[in-house]
């Protein structure tokens, strides 16, 4: 039998350890230690569940049952409930643009390009100068090299991307030969 003062000394230890690995398995949530403080809160609650079983097998076998059923639970509320306390909010980083076109505030002239005409400046090969309406873009063609001068639609943009076809390509509906022997060979 163990005196009363060991077990005095026992308990306060298992809260002691208790608390760490409560404490530890936190710190691994909010910052990347990369399974080091995850070790060490498994490590502070087995000692803690050791001191547990020094108080008595009783004792120790429901420490180690609510270590086993509630350190999920635990980390299944710090997880859920942390990024939504004030704490949680200085640690967490916080959504994203919705948008790739908001980062770059040239994306949403360019979007308005869609369909426009105009003239290329520089030969595209595939990429080079286009004017529309009396400004001058980057621009890439969608298939071809295009010569200077030629007249030239947007047909599409993405970002800073404005991909261009000759207006002879556009105003033909003709699929492309590799889109007819696509369709021909099934």
Known sequence: MI???????DLAYMVVFLFLAAVFYLVEIC???FGVMAFTAAAAEITA???????GTGFGFLVLFISIVGTPIYLYFVVKFLPKTPLGKLLMLKKGRAAADEAVPEAKKLKSLKGKRGITQS???PVGKVRIEG?????RTERAFID???EIAVIRT?????VVRTVNDNDNKQ???DQQDQTNSE
């Open 175 to 177: 699929p492309d030969k």
């Open 31 to 33: 910052t990347p230690t």
């Open 135 to 139: 400004s001058v873009y980057d621009a």
């Open 3 to 9: 005196p009363p003062a060991e077990i005095g000394s």
């Open 158 to 162: 993405c970002g800073t991307d404005v």
């Open 49 to 55: 569940i050791v001191f547990s079983f020094r108080i």
């Open 123 to 125: 030969v595209l090969r």
């Open 148 to 150: 200077s001068g030629v």
